[in-house]
């Protein structure tokens, strides 16, 4: 079965980083956009950064832009999320989904694998 794995989460204080990572069980990334969504506690899910098969990157959150950046790992077959200069309103659980598109969407309908999620905790 087709399957999307993310990793990298945890807990980690204001103003550091984490990289998270998406990987593909069954299926390839390549031929895939991925993007990035979140979901705080008792908020919508809302998409943050996406990548498309062709290695264009969109920016979905204005609250991210210049933190957080989206890159292919060829080597490691993943799709990775750099998120740096966390804050408390960073917290949520983030999700890796794929979408067989060429371009960036913000549409949770146009991405039909969804991994399940990991958690990122911004505390001091």
């Known amino acids: 079965q087709r399957q999307l794995v993310e990793s990298g989460g945890g807990l980690v204080q204001p103003g550091g980083s984490l990289r998270l990572s998406c990987a593909a069980s069954?299926?390839?990334?390549?031929?895939?956009?991925i993007g990035w969504f979140r979901q705080a506690p008792g908020k919508e899910r809302e998409g943050v950064m996406c990548?498309?098969?062709?290695?264009?990157?969109?920016n979905f959150a204005d609250s991210v832009r210049g933190r957080f950046t989206i890159s292919r790992d060829n080597a490691e077959k993943t799709v990775n999320l750099q998120l740096n200069s966390l804050n408390a309103e960073d917290t949520a659980v983030y999700y890796c989904a794929a979408a067989p598109l060429n371009v960036c969407s913000e549409s949770n309908t146009a991405y039909i694998y969804w991994g399940q999620g990991t958690r990122v905790t911004v505390s001091s």
């Open positions: 990548i498309n098969r062709d290695g264009a990157t969109t």
């Open positions: 069954g299926f390839t990334l390549d031929y895939y956009t």
